[in-house]
């Protein structure tokens, strides 16, 4: 086993992860997407799983972008809450409770003004130089 491999780094590295996470909550918080995807790699990969299926795939920071602004008009507010962080060697998991008022009504039966409540996690991974180039999001 190679110990140094599942170790984990530095605290000033574990905190810059933290403040990265804390930095997209805000910024998801606000319907803010430049400021969600500052810390993103170029070529970020973004997956949703729901109910152990994957329902989204994206590569790349525009087109995580494209999505995420399509995305501010379903919702006319949402907010995910951190209950926990958890970091390992090259990524870090948060686990969120998440509340959002639907502004759409969904085919999935979702109406207008619904109130939605579920309980996930995001894990975060990271490059060597501190980007995030992989973001899971799972409910």
């Known amino acids: 086993m190679d110990a140094k491999k599942n ?9 810059n992860r933290t403040e990265k996470i804390f930095k997209y909550v805000k910024a998801y918080n606000k319907m803010d997407v430049e400021n969600m995807v500052a810390d993103f790699d170029d070529d970020i990969t973004f997956k949703n799983v729901m109910n152990s299926e994957q ?3 994206l590569q ?12 501010l008009s379903y919702f006319s507010a949402r ?16 686990t ?11 085919p999935n039966g979702l109406k207008k003004d619904d109130e939605i409540n579920l309980q996930g996690k995001s894990i975060f991974e990271f490059s060597a130089d501190g980007k995030i180039v992989r973001l899971t999001d799972i409910s």
């Open 7 to 15: 170790a984990l780094t530095e605290p000033s590295i574990l905190n």
């Open 55 to 57: 329902t989204m795939y």
């Open 60 to 71: 790349g920071v525009e087109t995580f972008k494209k999505q995420a602004l399509d995305a």
């Open 79 to 94: 907010e995910q809450v951190i209950e926990s962080i958890t970091h390992y060697a090259s990524s870090t998991e948060i």
């Open 96 to 106: 969120i409770n998440y509340r959002a008022i639907a502004a759409v009504d969904f």
